[in-house]
């Protein structure tokens, strides 16, 4: 069962077990510069909104209604990632335009193995892109479904389906029970938002029309996605909960709900002069590879490159210097004991 | 005395114990009623007033709009808005709900549905 709370998605399985809770949010973030570089990782900048498709039967599309789920505003010049938050360990697969994140196949709804086609929270605290090298994740950029740029345009030629597509399996409750008590902390990343620039900037930078938009590919980040240390065994494919989110520009948010999409992101450029933080998350768990497949999706700018485009206008490199380093296990502030 | 009208005296008369803008007179040119009208109102002489006026009394006295309507004998506009949209799926919906106890009531979760994709 999801439920839709504080603009979270909130999966629960209390056939499984009481704790078996996850929640999952969109949190703006900004766009990282699209070239040659590896950047760390950017803040969360507040929670993308979330709306139930169903509230708006008139606005939507009827292939919408159709999907289900919830769908939020997302403008061109900002990005998102997906944060993942909960105790109790489950399997989450993640795909954009029906195309798997992290291995670049076609959707299924099952869980696979031999390749990893899944997460595993809360090992893996968030995702942010397209694992396209092992360590290596291009950001998850938001572009016209239709335009060509979008990674399931890119790997299968059709503009069909756009959004975001989640599914998530929990650990089976005996397997909770045996390995409950050997978990580590939660890791925070936390957001700054440089208000008054943020405020300064104009709102209407996209014009109404088409409804969907695709997950494209971004810049490059230094992200992994972790290896599941549990049994295959271990994971309830009994249980499973999956939800559609569809992804539109603000001025069609605003056409569907009426009400206002979040003000416009900082630059990359912007926030890394107001000397903000960046994030780089340390773990010790191994990491999967990268997708073949993934890593042959040609980048927003690329792509605009050689179609004599120029998909983001803001895009020059940014120098980063304040870099806060997370480490799995510990607490915020907390002093890491090393081995002597 | 009606309960609306005692209630809402009870809840005025306290407030003006601290301050005196919840006379009679000064509360009723608040809601741009007759002093009169609010006193009849109170002693239950006359009936309610519209829902209009009880969302201000409600906001005045800071009070739960929905509970002074139903104290009334009235549903706001709103409430029969949304079930006169949905009318069998609520009817049936409030009439399941009418004898559960308030946590059960409390924990009635909407779910993000799933279709076809």
């Given at each position: 069962?999801?439920?839709?709370?504080?603009?979270?998605?909130?999966?629960?399985?209390?056939?499984v077990h009481k704790d078996?809770?996850?929640?999952?949010?969109?949190?703006?973030?900004?766009?990282?510069?699209?070239?040659?570089k590896k950047y760390p990782?950017?803040?969360?900048?507040?929670?993308?909104?979330?709306?139930?498709?169903?509230?708006?039967?008139?606005?939507?599309?009827?292939?919408?209604?159709?999907?289900?789920?919830?769908?939020?505003?997302?403008?061109?010049?900002?990005?998102?990632?997906?944060?993942?938050?909960?105790?109790?360990?489950?399997?989450?697969?993640?795909?954009?335009?029906?195309?798997?994140?992290?291995?670049?196949?076609?959707?299924?709804?099952?869980?696979?193995?031999?390749?990893?086609?899944?997460?595993?929270?809360?090992?893996q605290p968030w995702l942010?892109?397209?694992?396209?090298?092992?360590?290596?994740?291009?950001?998850?950029?938001?572009?016209?479904?239709?335009?060509?740029?979008?990674?399931?345009?890119?790997?299968?030629?059709?503009?069909?389906?756009?959004?975001?597509?989640?599914?998530?399996?929990?650990?089976?409750?005996?397997?909770?029970?045996?390995?409950?008590?050997?978990?580590?902390?939660?890791?925070?990343?936390?957001?700054?938002?440089?208000?008054?620039?943020?405020?300064?900037?104009?709102?209407?930078?996209?014009?109404?029309?088409?409804?969907?938009?695709?997950?494209?590919?971004?810049?490059?980040?230094?992200?992994?996605?972790?290896?599941?240390?549990?049994?295959?065994?271990?994971?309830?494919?009994?249980?499973?909960?999956?939800?559609?989110?569809?992804?539109?520009?603000?001025?069609?948010?605003?056409?569907?709900?009426?009400?206002?999409?979040?003000?416009?992101?900082?630059?990359?450029?912007?926030?890394?002069?107001?000397?903000?933080?960046?994030?780089?998350?340390?773990?010790?768990?191994?990491?999967?590879?990268?997708?073949?497949?993934?890593?042959?999706?040609?980048?927003?700018?690329?792509?605009?490159?050689?179609?004599?485009?120029?998909?983001?206008?803001?895009?020059?490199?940014?120098?980063?210097?304040?870099?806060?380093?997370?480490?799995?296990?510990?607490?915020?502030?907390?002093?890491?004991?090393?081995?002597? | 005395?009606?309960?609306?009208?005692?209630?809402?005296?009870?809840?005025?008369?306290?407030?003006?114990?601290?301050?005196?803008?919840?006379?009679?007179?000064?509360?009723?040119?608040?809601?741009?009623?007759?002093?009169?009208?609010?006193?009849?109102?109170?002693?239950?002489?006359?009936?309610?007033?519209?829902?209009?006026?009880?969302?201000?009394?409600?906001?005045?006295?800071?009070?739960?709009?929905?509970?002074?309507?139903?104290?009334?004998?009235?549903?706001?506009?709103?409430?029969?808005?949304?079930?006169?949209?949905?009318?069998?799926?609520?009817?049936?919906?409030?009439?399941?709900?009418?004898?559960?106890?308030?946590?059960?009531?409390?924990?009635?979760?909407?779910?993000?549905?799933?279709?076809?994709?």
């Open positions: 069962m999801i439920e839709l709370q504080n603009d979270s998605l909130v999966f629960r399985f209390p056939d078996a809770v996850l929640r999952i949010g969109f949190q703006r973030t900004l766009r990282i510069p699209d070239d040659d990782l950017p803040p969360g900048l507040g929670l993308f909104p979330l709306q139930h498709v169903d509230d708006f039967p008139n606005g939507v599309p009827e292939l919408w209604t159709q999907h289900g789920g919830v769908m939020l505003p997302m403008y061109q010049s900002e990005a998102l990632w997906i944060n993942f938050s909960g105790d109790y360990p489950f399997a989450i697969k993640v795909a954009a335009g029906k195309i798997n994140a992290v291995t670049g196949e076609d959707w299924t709804d099952g869980l696979h193995r031999d390749p990893q086609d899944y997460m595993v929270a809360p090992e942010d892109g397209f694992c396209v090298e092992k360590g290596l994740i291009r950001q998850f950029v938001a572009m016209p479904l239709g335009s060509g740029y979008s990674a399931e345009e890119q790997l299968t030629g059709k503009a069909e389906h756009g959004g975001l597509q989640i599914v998530a399996f929990p650990l089976r409750r005996k397997a909770y029970e045996r390995i409950r008590k050997e978990r580590g902390a939660c890791i925070r990343r936390v957001g700054y938002a440089p208000a008054e620039e943020a405020a300064m900037m104009c709102l209407e930078d996209e014009a109404p029309g088409d409804f969907d938009m695709g997950l494209g590919a971004g810049g490059q980040m230094e992200q992994e996605i972790y290896d599941d240390s549990y049994g295959f065994d271990d994971w309830d494919l009994r249980h499973s909960s999956r939800c559609f989110v569809h992804l539109t520009n603000s001025m069609v948010w605003r056409a569907i709900t009426g009400g206002d999409p979040p003000t416009v992101p900082p630059t990359s450029s912007e926030y890394s002069k107001a000397g903000l933080p960046w994030f780089d998350y340390y773990s010790d768990s191994k990491a999967v590879e990268g997708s073949e497949k993934l890593a042959t999706v040609k980048s927003v700018a690329e792509l605009g490159k050689e179609k004599g485009d120029v998909p983001l206008p803001e895009n020059q490199s940014v120098k980063v210097e304040n870099v806060i380093k997370l480490r799995k296990g510990l607490k915020e502030g907390q002093v890491r004991e090393g081995a002597f | 005395m009606s309960q609306f009208g005692a209630f809402i005296r009870d809840r005025r008369e306290r407030l003006r114990r601290e301050d005196s803008r919840f006379s009679v007179r000064q509360l009723a040119r608040r809601l741009g009623v007759e002093p009169s009208y609010l006193s009849k109102v109170e002693r239950g002489e006359t009936a309610p007033p519209s829902e209009a006026k009880i969302l201000l009394l409600a906001k005045e006295l800071n009070e739960d709009a929905d509970v002074l309507l139903a104290m009334a004998g009235k549903v706001s506009s709103d409430l029969q808005e949304v079930i006169r949209k949905r009318p069998e799926l609520f009817g049936q919906l409030i009439r399941e709900l009418k004898d559960m106890p308030e946590h059960a009531v409390l924990r009635l979760v909407r779910e993000v549905r799933d279709g076809g994709w």
